[in-house]
C-alpha cells in the first residue's frame, strides 16, 4: 500500500495478557517511530529505528515494552503482561531518508484497551 | 523544563479571524520544525515544516521561526470551522512532539 500500515487496528485484551502490535511503513522509508498516545493526550515518544543504527529505546516507559524491526520492514511493538494503564492508540511513522526526515507520515494506529 | 511546550487551550477564535499558536523548545541545537495538525479520532498529518530563521507562507498558513527565543508559531489566516483541531508542534532530533494547542474556529 501506499501509506503505513498498522494492524490491528483494535485490540481489547485482559490485564496480565501481551500484545504484539504491527507496522507497515511505507517502502523506501529508513526511518520507523513508534507513539504512544492517551485519551485527550499528546504524543510520547516510544522508540525510533533508523536504518541498521541502533534503536533509540530512550521513550519506552518499562521493561514490559519492546519492539523490534528487520531492516527497513515492519516492526512489531510488544508489551508483555499489558496493565490498564496501556490502553491508548499506538501511533506508528515512518520518514524518508531525505534531508529533512523529520516529516513523518502516521498510519491509522492501534487502539489498544486493557481491561 | 519539558522539551516542547505549547499551551494547550482550548483556543477559540471566530470563523475568518487569525488563530495564532505558540510553541517553544529547549534544545538549542534542533534544527527542523514542524507543525502537525490532529483531527479528533484521527492520526496526526503534517502541514507545516520550518527549517531556517523567519517566516515561511503556506497559503492561509504562516509558520514563524526565532531560533535565538527558541520559538516556533503557527498563523492560520482566515480561520474556517474546518481548521478545528490539535495542532501540535515537532522538533527534530527524534521528533519530540509538543502537547498540542486545540483550536476551536466558531462559526
Known amino acids: 500500500g501506499a501509506g503505513v500500515s498498522q494492524s490491528p487496528s483494535n485490540k481489547v485484551t485482559e490485564k496480565g495478557k501481551d500484545v504484539e502490535l504491527r507496522c507497515d511503513p511505507i517502502?523506501?522509508?529508513?526511518?520507523l517511530y513508534w507513539y504512544r498516545q492517551r485519551l485527550g493526550q499528546g504524543l510520547e515518544f516510544l522508540i525510533y529505528?533508523?536504518?541498521?543504527?541502533?534503536?533509540?529505546k530512550s521513550g519506552l516507559p518499562s521493561d514490559r515494552f519492546s519492539a523490534e524491526r528487520t531492516g527497513e520492514s515492519v516492526s512489531t511493538l510488544t508489551i508483555q503482561r499489558t496493565q490498564q494503564e496501556d490502553s491508548a492508540v499506538y501511533l506508528c511513522?515512518?520518514?524518508?531518508?531525505?534531508?529533512?526526515?523529520?516529516?513523518?507520515?502516521f498510519g491509522e494506529g492501534s487502539r489498544l484497551t486493557v481491561l | 523544563q519539558k522539551e516542547v511546550e505549547q499551551n494547550s487551550g482550548p483556543l477559540s477564535v471566530p470563523e475568518g479571524a487569525i488563530a495564532s499558536l505558540n510553541c517553544t523548545y529547549s534544545?538549542?541545537?534542533?534544527?527542523?520544525f514542524f507543525w502537525y495538525r490532529q483531527y479528533s479520532g484521527k492520526s496526526p498529518e503534517l502541514i507545516m515544516s520550518?527549517?531556517?530563521?523567519g517566516d515561511k507562507e503556506d497559503g492561509r498558513f504562516t509558520a514563524q521561526l526565532n531560533k535565538a527565543s527558541q520559538y516556533v508559531s503557527l498563523l492560520i489566516r482566515d480561520s474556517q470551522p474546518s481548521d478545528s483541531a490539535t495542532y501540535l508542534c515537532?522538533?527534530?532530533?527524534?521528533?519530540?512532539f509538543g502537547p498540542g494547542t486545540s483550536l476551536s474556529v466558531i462559526p
Open positions: 534544545d538549542r541545537g534542533s534544527q527542523s
Open positions: 517502502s523506501g522509508h529508513t526511518a
Open positions: 511513522a515512518s520518514s524518508s531518508p531525505a534531508v529533512f526526515s523529520g516529516e513523518l507520515f
Open positions: 529505528f533508523q536504518g541498521n543504527s541502533a534503536p533509540d
Open positions: 515537532a522538533v527534530k532530533t527524534t521528533v519530540i
Open positions: 520550518i527549517y531556517s530563521n
